[in-house]
Each structure stands twice: as C-alpha cells, then as structure tokens.
C-alpha cells in the first residue's frame, strides 16, 4: 500500500479513516444508524460527541494500524480525540518495518533476551516497622542496585535505583516542608506511572505527609471534568496539597474555591527546586502511610487508612506464601492509584529487592502483548492482573505479534480484584503454553482493601483449584454444596 501520508494518497487516507470510525460506532452504538451515522464529521469529538470509552477507542486505533500498515506511538492513544487527530497521527506515523527517530512497534520480539539478573539479596529489612525504614534499608545496603525498570513502547526506559528512588524523595520532601506540609496532613496525588509518582509518593512519606493517590485522566482533554469529580475525595480526606501534572494549573482556582483545605496545586517541577533540605519528621509504624479510596463512581468515596505495619505486616506474609525474594522480577502494567499494583506489584518488590519493571495502564490496553513482551524481556517470574487483563490477551493478541517469545520464568501470574472466571484460567494457560507458560503459574488469589491486600493465596506452583457447586444454594444461603 502506498504511504498514506503523501500526496494523493491523503483523500483515500482520509475516506478509509471515516469509514473505519463509521464502522466501529455503529457496532458499539446500532441506534446511530443512517443520517446520524453521517454526520460524523473530522471534528467529531469521540468522547464528547460519540461517547468512545477506552477500550473502544483501543479498537480503533487497532484497526487503524491495521488498515495502514503503521505503529501509531503509544501517546496516541491518550491524545487523539477526533478522526482529525488520527488523521494527524497517520500522516506523522511510518511503516512499523522501518525505525524512525522515535521508537514503533515491531512484530514478534528480539531474540536476544534483556538479561535482568541481578546479585541475590542475602538479608531482608525484617526489623524495618515503616516504609521509609525499608527505603533506607535497601539504599545504604545497596544503593545502585536497580529498583525500577521504566518500559514503553517495547524499549527499555529509564532505571531507578534505591539510591534514586530516597535521593528524589528527599526533594520532594523539601518541596513540601517549604510550602507548609505539616506532619499527617493528607496530600493528593494526581500521577500516571512514571519517575513523578515514585518519587512524589516517597517524598510525601518523608516530610511526614500521607499519600492519597487517585487516577490520573487517561486523557489532557479530560483533566478539568476529572479533577471536579475528585472534589469529594479532596474534601473527605481534608488534603492540603494536591501533585499532579502542569497542566493542572488551569483548574487550580477552581479547584481551591471548593476545597477549603486545600492550598497548593503543585508539579513535581515545582516541588524540586526547594531551597532548603527536608527536615524529616520521626514516623512510626502506627502512623498512617497513605490512605486507599474506592472510585466514587456509584456513591461517595471511602477511605480506608493504612498504617505502615498494616502494609509490612501484608507484605512480609504474601512475600512468605510466594517464596519472594531478590531474584524474582516483578512485571506489572497495574495502576499505581489500585491496592494490586501499588501495595501488591511495587512496595512487594521494593522490600523484597525483587527488580520493579513497570509499564503503564494504557500501554497494556493499547497492545497487550507487550506485556507478555517485557515478562520475555526481563525474564519476569510474577505478574498480576485482573481476570479481564488476562481475557483481553486472549482476544486481542495474534500470534505473530509474540513470535519467539519464552514466558517458561513466569512462575505466579496472580488473578484477583474481580471475579475470575474458569474459561479465562483454562484459556490463557491452554493459549499461551505453546510460549512456555505453565498452567500450574496461574494464581488465583482474594483481597481487599479493609486487609491491606492479599488475603488468600494458594500454595504457589499448585495451579487453580476448581471446584462446581450449586450457585442458588450458595447465593440463598452461603452454603457451598457440590453439584
């Protein structure tokens, strides 16, 4: 096919485009059929005129890429939001076969493996009783060792070590102090996944603050709505300072006028050029280390305040089940704002000194095999997901899009946070056993906020254990009878 984005090309480039967009609305939406259909025009708005939601905008790129035979870069997905803009990033975009000044996805995966193995950890910080004790632990044992593995865009990013890791925490911290944080009080914290959100969490932690995290907008078009519907987290938890992107200078009166508390919208740019160093307050292990809030979507939010030995004590028993230790390497796309993948994926690894290999959210939903890529790449021996991240896989994964990929180091891939369904364990184990995965890896586990995080896990390396029983009886009365 000729390159989409050059002379003539562009009227048949942007005709194919509209019927692509025409198509997947009336699949997800049959009610908008003949005129309505038609009036999608360039500058339709997918999510303010159409109602596209992430997933569905995920398909859309998906079959974009298909059709023109490109790799649109993974910010596409969170920035286009007309057919005007995929225009845009079709015309910018080149074959996936060549290697242009940024980086594109490429089929299959290299063959030669990113070796992560690193020198065993002989100790652990068994007498550390806060997060910030573990912290210090690792960085005066081991300070360059590699803590955080960065990963977009099937390259590897930026390495973040427990020297790193304290020594932007402390700026932040000091950022913090300058601006009036006092020991308890609450602060926000609005960031995707990425060195920011780190540093930030640790940084709040260091000057005596507690991390309240919620979930950036997936998109900067969505960031003045987003931040009005976190007004009532914002109130509830009293926060006094909010960290979240730049852009979010354009709300912050806003913002402040219905937050009383509240007295600084800061980046983590601002942050950093504090003047004076942080004067670190004593913390201890029944202090609150940060404080988890539900969606809010069906009601108001709730939040449920951890202390540190809540999280050590959770830790250092799912650590124990799992057999964790400082060879394991810990892949995760998981939200940094959800218990699984803050509590369960990153503060897991950071005690246990396992390698932290971190992608984000919308990377994994733009080309799920990258997941299964950087667990090839990294050697990754744990990984968690909700059941739908494994489903997902399992529809939107071709096999020449892991092609030569070796996933026999995984040895716990952890399902939970949702119900999770029989067919997903059968099918992704049964899929991907040709790749080396072990259907005895697949762990289902159980958790809740209210216990930190984990609560039941099988015996590691035993595989589902599955049992039928009769749902009516079970649902009436709670009693779990075989059928």
Same mark, same amino acid.
């Given at each position: ?30 009610? /908008? ?23 569905? /905008? ?10 023109? =035979?490109?790799?649109? %870069? ?8 007309? %057919? ?10 080149? =074959? ?46 081991? %300070? ?18 427990? !020297? ?8 932040? !911290? ?17 960031? %995707? ?24 907008? *997936? ?125 369960? *994926?990153?503060? $897991? ?39 739908? $991240? ?17 996933? =026999?180091?995984?040895?716990?891939? +952890? ?15 049964? /899929? ?8 005895? *890896? ?31 009886? +079970? ?9």
């Amino acid at each position: 096919m000729p390159s989409p984005g050059t002379g003539d090309n562009t009227d048949s480039t942007l005709s194919e485009l509209m019927q692509l967009v025409r198509e997947l609305v009336a699949e997800v939406q049959p009610h /908008r059929q003949g005129d309505s259909a038609a009036d999608i025009s360039l500058d339709t708005s997918f999510e303010k005129d159409l109602g596209l939601d992430s997933l569905t /905008r995920v398909e859309l790129v998906s079959r974009v890429e298909k059709k023109f =035979s490109l790799a649109l %870069p993974e910010q596409v997905l969170a920035q286009v939001d007309s %057919p005007r803009d995929l225009l845009r990033a079709i015309q910018g975009a080149v =074959s996936s076969k060549q290697t242009p000044d940024g980086p594109v996805v490429q089929k299959g995966v290299q063959t030669v493996v990113q070796e992560a193995a690193l020198d065993r950890v002989s100790q652990l910080p068994d007498e550390a009783e806060t997060l910030l004790d573990v912290l210090d632990w690792h960085a005066a044992r081991h %300070p360059e060792r590699p803590h955080i593995r960065l990963y977009a865009d099937d390259v590897d990013g930026e390495i973040i070590s427990y !020297a790193q890791l304290r020594s932007g925490a402390a700026g932040v !911290a000091a950022g913090l102090q300058q601006r009036g944080l006092q020991p308890a009080e609450p602060v926000v914290l609005m960031l %995707p996944s990425g060195p920011e959100y780190f540093y930030s969490f640790f940084g709040i932690l260091m000057a005596g603050g507690i991390p309240v995290p919620i979930y950036p907008p *997936a998109r900067p078009s969505q960031l003045e709505d987003h931040m009005r519907r976190h007004v009532r987290i914002l109130r509830n938890c009293r926060a006094s300072i909010f960290i979240t992107v730049d852009e979010a200078r354009k709300v912050a009166r806003l913002l402040m006028a219905q937050v009383p508390e509240l007295r600084h919208i800061v980046s983590l740019n601002e942050l950093s050029d504090a003047t004076a160093e942080a004067n670190l307050p004593r913390i201890s292990a029944n202090d609150i280390a940060f404080i988890q809030y539900t969606s809010g979507s069906t009601g108001n939010p709730k939040g449920v305040m951890l202390t540190h030995a809540n999280l050590l004590s959770n830790i250092r028993a799912m650590g124990r089940v799992i057999g964790a230790d400082s060879s394991d390497v810990f892949v995760s796309w998981l939200p940094l704002y959800h218990d699984m993948g803050l509590i369960g *994926a990153w503060l $897991g690894s950071l005690y246990h000194a396992a390698l932290f290999v971190v992608m984000s959210p919308l990377s994994f939903l733009a080309r799920p095999e990258r997941w299964l890529r950087a667990m090839h790449r990294y050697r990754g021996t744990l990984s968690a997901s909700p059941n739908f $991240g494994y489903e997902y896989c399992l529809r939107r994964i071709d096999d020449e899009d892991i092609k030569g990929i070796d996933l =026999s180091s995984w040895r716990a891939a +952890f399902n939970g946070a949702e119900p999770v369904s029989v067919e997903t364990l059968e099918g992704f184990s049964s /899929r991907f056993q040709a790749y080396g995965f072990s259907r005895k *890896a697949m762990t289902p586990v159980y958790g809740l906020a209210e216990s930190t995080v984990g609560l039941a896990f099988p015996p590691p390396g035993r595989g589902p254990l599955i049992d039928t029983i009769e749902r009516d009886r +079970f649902m009436r009365t709670g009693s779990a009878r075989p059928v």
